[in-house]
């Protein structure tokens, strides 16, 4: 099993910046794929990156496309979540998941099995 821990998470105004960092713990596997996705009131879980821990291999949402950017630091088993730009749209819990062993798009919440309990992300206007 993994254990995520997410921080990093806060209020923000917006065009501001935010980095949500994906603490990974626990028995497991190290080549495990990491996503974000976040989810807001009354819409259904989005996802925003994903990185494949092996690679390195990155996949971005449309929607924050060259706002955010997904990065990794392997010594400390922890990937960032680096946020510019940031819109009231982008205001959302953010979860990060882990997975290994399948190769589903990241882009696949199901395919993620282990997930953290989110950071509340809320940008104001």
């Known amino acids: 099993q993994v254990q995520l821990v997410e921080s990093g998470g806060g209020l923000v105004q917006a065009g501001g910046s935010l980095r949500l960092s994906c603490a990974a713990s626990?028995?497991?596997?190290?080549?495990?794929?990491i996503g974000w996705f976040r989810q807001s009131p009354g819409k259904e879980r989005e996802f925003v990156a994903g990185?494949?821990?092996?690679?390195?291999?990155?996949t971005i949402a449309d929607s924050v496309k060259g706002r955010f950017t997904i990065s990794r630091e392997n010594a400390e088993n922890t990937v960032y979540l680096q946020m510019n730009s940031l819109k009231p749209e982008d205001t959302a819990v953010y979860y990060c998941?882990?997975?290994?062993?399948?190769?589903?798009?990241?882009?696949?919440?199901?395919?993620?099995?282990?997930w953290g309990q989110g950071t509340q992300v809320t940008v104001s206007s």
């Open positions: 998941a882990a997975r290994w062993g399948v190769s589903f798009y990241l882009t696949n919440s199901a395919s993620f099995g282990f």
């Open positions: 990185i494949r821990w092996g690679s390195g291999s990155t």
């Open positions: 626990g028995r497991t596997f190290s080549n495990y794929d």
